[in-house]
Every structure is written in structure tokens, then in C-alpha cells.
């Protein structure tokens, strides 16, 4: 189906729902919000925002974030014309917020993950994008929808944040020229930068140095994970995007060719958040259940952390044999 169709079920669509992943991030939130914006400025119809998590207070800043609302707080009984979800990998990244997908006329998937296997009735998944908000962007674009400053604030700071402010490997011509084009909008660059990177709580630095402090080498060092347990988080007083950027930080280890984090969930399972120079993680990833990209992917392991580690790193030897 092309944007073409998209563009019509939007319009023909009364009520609509635009769903982020679980512990969002920048690309998802900023998708979400910018999406909800251009609805609203071309079909003067408003969106229904659902967050799966507690929305990390660096991006309060976005325009109509106030709008989107917690899965608690959505009846369940409510249908809705078209449900879209964005940078959303993979059916089970909805949890449960799916009884809304499932019973939705018509859905949508916008995404830019290589794992993403299409499972919406419309489909616009672009693995070569450097973010949702690239492939929204663009999508918006051959929609010929008029873009404003609020919905350029929400797509400028999607592409930022997955490319590591352009410092990625995703970050191609195509990202770098929505971005000009989004500056030249009005989006002032320096400013969304300090919202994203330089808006960090006292307690979030302090909890990361301490997780740094206490980062395990392996392999002459090429390997370093550090992992992450909820009374750490508690004695620091730490949200649940506490880890945002960790891994990143250990990656920037000159000797490092993978790193991860294990953060414990409960007694018997465990969320991974895995970046690389150069290796594969989206496949050691996917023997758990996860995934995502080549250089940055993750997964939620059923195991305690030690058992975790453990895990992990037979799969990145063997990746790496």
C-alpha cells in the first residue's frame, strides 16, 4: 500500500490511535508527537498518544506530549478506526496495549528496524533509515502535508536522538538533508540539543558514574558490560530511562567492540540494551527474542542478571568465532 492510501485512511478515519514502544526513547516520542501534529494541522482531527511506560522527563519539551496518556489511563473497550504504531520493532513491543491493534479496522507500521517483520495491515518499514522519524518524515513529504514548526521540533529531534546527535553510522545524506530541511522550517538545533543532552537530573549522572565505576572487562577488553540492579536504582533515587545512553558510554571505550548493559527487572529477568562497534548485535539479540539494528539492538532475557551475563556472552563469542 503507498502513502497514497495511508493518506486517505487517515482522513477517512475518525478516531485514531498512535502507539510508542515500551521505555520510549527520543525516536518513538518525537515519531509519536509529530505525527499527532501533522494530523492534526491537515485533517484538523486530533489522535489519541498511548505511552507503555513512564515518559522520561528529558523530552517533556515536545510539543503535545502532554496530550499522550498512560495505558492505565485508556479504556480497554474503546475501537478505534486506525491504529499506528511507531518504531515499534515488533508485535510483543505493544505488550498490551494490542487489544486496541487487534481490534483496530484498520493498522498502520512505521518503523526502521531490520527486524521488523511487518505485521500491520499497511506497512512502511525502511531498515536503511537512520529513524521512524526519517521514514515518517518522508512519508509526510510524498504525502505533500503541510509541515509546521511544531510537528518539524518533534521529527528533528527523532532523527538526533538514533543518530546519536550524527554521530552514528545511520547517519546518511538522506538523514542529514530532512534535518536541513527541518532547521530550515525553524527548529533551532542547539536548543533541541540541550533538551536532549545536556537536561540530565543530579541523580541520573551521579547513578550512571557509579554504573561505569563498576563496568567487568572480557576478552582483552573488547567485551564490557556493566549491570544494573534495582537497589542501585533505588539508592540513587532513579527513573526507569536510567540507563538512556549507558551503553553508548561503555561503546566509546577505545578497546570496546561490544558493549551492554543488564538491568534487572526482577529476580528472574532481565532487560539488555547491547551497542557495537562493528559486530552483529541485532543477531545475538534475536536468539533471545529481540532485536533491532546491527550496531544497537536489545532484548528482555528470563533469567537473573548473573545468568544473563552469562548467556550473552557465549552468544557474542560464538557471533564472534
Known amino acids: 500500500m503507498d502513502c497514497i492510501q495511508l493518506n486517505n485512511i487517515i482522513k477517512a478515519s475518525k478516531n485514531i490511535l498512535i502507539i510508542s514502544h515500551l521505555n520510549p526513547d527520543g525516536d518513538t516520542l518525537g515519531s509519536m508527537c509529530g505525527l499527532y501534529s501533522g494530523i492534526k494541522d491537515n485533517f484538523k482531527k486530533k489522535a489519541d498518544m498511548l505511552l507503555l511506560s513512564k515518559l522520561p522527563s528529558v523530552y517533556e519539551f515536545l510539543p503535545f506530549i502532554k496530550e499522550a496518556k498512560h495505558i492505565s ?4 473497550s474503546r475501537e478505534y478506526d486506525l491504529v499506528i504504531n511507531v518504531d515499534v520493532a515488533s508485535y510483543d513491543r505493544m505488550c498490551d496495549s494490542s487489544i486496541f491493534f487487534e481490534k483496530a479496522a484498520n493498522t498502520a507500521n512505521i518503523d526502521h528496524h531490520k527486524t521488523n517483520e511487518g505485521y ?10 537512520s529513524s521512524t522519524g526519517e521514514v515518517l518524515f518522508g512519508l509526510m513529504k510524498e504525502m505533500e502535508w ?58 541520573l549522572v551521579l547513578f550512571q558514574a557509579h554504573c ?6 572480557e576478552d582483552d577488553n573488547r567485551i564490557v558490560y556493566t549491570i544494573v540492579y534495582k537497589k542501585d536504582m533505588e539508592k540513587f533515587c532513579a527513573g526507569e530511562d536510567c540507563t538512556e545512553g549507558l551503553t553508548e558510554k561503555l561503546r566509546a571505550i577505545n578497546t570496546t567492540e561490544v558493549a551492554f548493559v543488564v538491568k534487572e527487572l526482577n529476580s528472574n529477568m532481565s532487560k539488555i540494551s547491547m551497542r ?16 533491532g539494528h546491527k550496531l544497537a539492538a536489545g532484548c528482555v532475557i528470563k533469567s537473573n542478571t548473573k545468568d544473563a551475563v552469562k548467556k550473552l556472552l557465549e552468544e557474542i563469542r560464538k557471533q564472534k568465532s
Not at 546518511?172 to 522550517?185: C, D, G, K, Q, T
Request: charged fraction near 20%; aromatic fraction near 12%.
Open 212 to 217: 561505569i565505576g563498576k563496568a567487568m572487562f
Open 73 to 76: 489511563e485508556f479504556d480497554k
Open 120 to 129: 500491520a495491515k499497511i506497512n512502511f518499514v525502511e531498515p536503511n533509515a
Open 276 to 291: 557495537s562497534k562493528n559486530t552483529d548485535v541485532a543477531e545475538i539479540c534475536s536468539v533471545f527474542g529481540g532485536g
Open 146 to 203: 503541510k509541515i509546521s514548526l511544531d510537528t518539524a521540533i518533534c521529527l528533528y529531534t527523532a532523527i538526533l536522538t538514533d543518530t546519536g546527535s550524527f554521530r552514528f553510522d545511520n547517519t546518511s545524506p538522506r538523514a542529514l538533508n530532512f534535518a536541513s530541511e527541518l532547521v530550515n522550517i525553524g527548529v533551532k538545533p542547539s536548543q533541541i540539543y540541550k533538551y536532549c543532552y545536556e537536561s540530565n537530573s543530579k541523580a
